[in-house]
């Protein structure tokens, strides 16, 4: 049996609908699963954050064409 727990959050309209919408667009089975990969995304970029890094280079592949992410401050100070 795996170890899973329950977790209930509040949205506002605009922040629900956003989620929606990534659920839908990326065909996720669930909303819960559209918050779990987005939270391993943040942890991903925190983690690089931590190293100094700032800015993420994607391309599109068909194209090579290359678009630069600012990332923005995802450390909490202190």
Known sequence: MSNTKRVVFSF??????????????ARYPSM??????????LRALQNQAKQ????VIVRNPE?????IIIVPDLLPEG
């Open 63 to 67: 194209t090579n064409e290359e678009r």
């Open 32 to 41: 819960g699963q559209t918050v779990k990969d987005s939270l391993q995304v």
């Open 12 to 25: 506002d309209e605009r922040s629900f609908e956003s989620l929606e919408k990534m659920t839908e667009q």
């Open 52 to 55: 100094g890094y700032k800015e």
